[in-house]
Protein backbone atom coordinates (compact mmCIF):
# COMPACT_ATOMS: atom_id res chain seq x y z
CA UNK A 1 0.00 0.00 0.00
CA UNK A 2 1.39 3.68 -0.96
CA UNK A 3 -0.01 6.30 1.32
CA UNK A 4 0.17 10.38 0.24
CA UNK A 5 0.03 13.06 2.83
CA UNK A 6 -0.74 16.50 0.96
CA UNK A 7 0.38 19.85 2.62
CA UNK A 8 0.00 23.68 1.17
CA UNK A 9 -3.73 24.39 0.83
CA UNK A 10 -5.21 27.48 2.27
CA UNK A 11 -6.84 30.58 1.41
CA UNK A 12 -5.45 33.00 -1.42
CA UNK A 13 -6.46 35.98 -3.12
CA UNK A 14 -6.81 36.09 -6.77
CA UNK A 15 -3.07 36.71 -8.13
CA UNK A 16 -2.10 34.85 -5.71
CA UNK A 17 0.16 31.84 -5.30
CA UNK A 18 0.38 28.58 -3.07
CA UNK A 19 2.48 25.18 -3.60
CA UNK A 20 0.78 21.89 -2.78
CA UNK A 21 3.28 18.79 -1.58
CA UNK A 22 2.86 15.62 -1.79
CA UNK A 23 4.66 12.85 -0.10
CA UNK A 24 4.13 8.80 -0.52
CA UNK A 25 5.23 6.42 2.14
CA UNK A 26 4.94 2.94 2.36
CA UNK A 27 5.07 0.85 -0.84
CA UNK A 28 6.55 3.43 -3.09
CA UNK A 29 8.44 1.14 -5.37
CA UNK A 30 7.73 1.46 -9.07
CA UNK A 31 5.68 4.79 -8.91
CA UNK A 32 5.28 5.60 -12.12
CA UNK A 33 2.60 8.36 -12.71
CA UNK A 34 2.70 10.99 -9.99
CA UNK A 35 -0.11 13.91 -10.37
CA UNK A 36 -3.00 16.60 -8.98
CA UNK A 37 -6.36 16.28 -9.38
CA UNK A 38 -9.06 19.07 -8.07
CA UNK A 39 -12.73 18.48 -7.48
CA UNK A 40 -14.82 21.86 -7.65
CA UNK A 41 -18.33 22.31 -5.59
CA UNK A 42 -21.31 21.03 -7.98
CA UNK A 43 -18.48 19.46 -10.57
CA UNK A 44 -16.74 16.27 -11.42
CA UNK A 45 -12.99 15.31 -10.14
CA UNK A 46 -10.30 16.82 -12.66
CA UNK A 47 -7.13 15.75 -13.82
CA UNK A 48 -5.03 19.53 -13.17
CA UNK A 49 -1.09 18.25 -13.94
CA UNK A 50 0.83 15.09 -13.64
CA UNK A 51 4.48 13.84 -14.36
CA UNK A 52 5.80 10.55 -15.24
CA UNK A 53 9.08 8.67 -13.62
CA UNK A 54 11.19 10.43 -16.82
CA UNK A 55 9.61 13.85 -15.79
CA UNK A 56 7.63 14.54 -19.18
CA UNK A 57 4.58 16.51 -17.97
CA UNK A 58 0.76 17.30 -18.82
CA UNK A 59 -1.77 20.28 -17.50
CA UNK A 60 -5.35 20.77 -18.04
CA UNK A 61 -5.91 23.69 -20.22
CA UNK A 62 -7.16 25.66 -17.92
CA UNK A 63 -3.67 25.84 -16.07
CA UNK A 64 -1.30 26.03 -18.16
CA UNK A 65 1.22 28.87 -18.09
CA UNK A 66 0.13 29.42 -14.67
CA UNK A 67 0.98 26.05 -12.60
CA UNK A 68 3.90 23.65 -12.52
CA UNK A 69 4.49 19.76 -11.70
CA UNK A 70 7.50 18.67 -10.29
CA UNK A 71 8.57 15.56 -8.42
CA UNK A 72 11.52 13.98 -6.50
CA UNK A 73 12.20 10.76 -7.23
CA UNK A 74 14.57 10.26 -4.43
CA UNK A 75 11.96 11.67 -1.74
CA UNK A 76 9.03 10.61 -3.20
CA UNK A 77 7.17 13.69 -3.66
CA UNK A 78 5.37 15.45 -5.80
CA UNK A 79 4.54 19.18 -5.45
CA UNK A 80 2.54 21.85 -7.60
CA UNK A 81 3.22 25.47 -8.11
CA UNK A 82 0.27 27.75 -8.86
CA UNK A 83 0.57 31.12 -9.67
CA UNK A 84 -1.86 33.80 -11.03
CA UNK A 85 -4.64 32.03 -9.18
CA UNK A 86 -8.13 32.46 -9.84
CA UNK A 87 -11.31 32.22 -8.09
CA UNK A 88 -12.35 29.26 -10.75
CA UNK A 89 -9.10 27.18 -9.19
CA UNK A 90 -11.22 27.01 -5.89
CA UNK A 91 -11.23 23.11 -5.40
CA UNK A 92 -10.21 20.53 -3.12
CA UNK A 93 -6.92 18.87 -4.47
CA UNK A 94 -5.66 15.80 -4.23
CA UNK A 95 -2.58 13.92 -5.08
CA UNK A 96 -2.47 10.87 -7.05
CA UNK A 97 -0.03 7.94 -7.50
CA UNK A 98 0.13 4.90 -10.36
CA UNK A 99 1.91 2.18 -9.05
CA UNK A 100 3.12 1.09 -5.67
CA UNK A 101 2.83 -2.40 -4.26
CA UNK A 102 0.13 -3.99 -5.03
CA UNK A 103 0.31 -1.71 -7.98
CA UNK A 104 -2.58 0.27 -8.47
CA UNK A 105 -3.97 3.76 -7.98
CA UNK A 106 -3.73 5.80 -4.73
CA UNK A 107 -5.13 8.96 -3.54
CA UNK A 108 -4.37 11.37 -0.56
CA UNK A 109 -6.67 12.81 1.25
CA UNK A 110 -6.99 16.20 -0.18
CA UNK A 111 -6.50 19.62 0.59
CA UNK A 112 -8.81 22.80 -0.07
CA UNK A 113 -7.77 25.68 -2.17
CA UNK A 114 -9.83 29.05 -1.97
CA UNK A 115 -9.11 31.75 -3.99
CA UNK A 116 -11.44 34.97 -3.16
CA UNK A 117 -11.59 37.35 -5.69
Known amino acids: QVQLVESGGGLVQAGGSLRLSCAASGSIFSINTMGWYRRAPGKQRELVAG???????NYADSVKGRFTISRDNAKNTVSLQMNSLKPEDTAVYYC???????????WGQGTQVTVSS
Open 51 to 57: IISGGST
Open 96 to 106: NVLGGVPRGIY
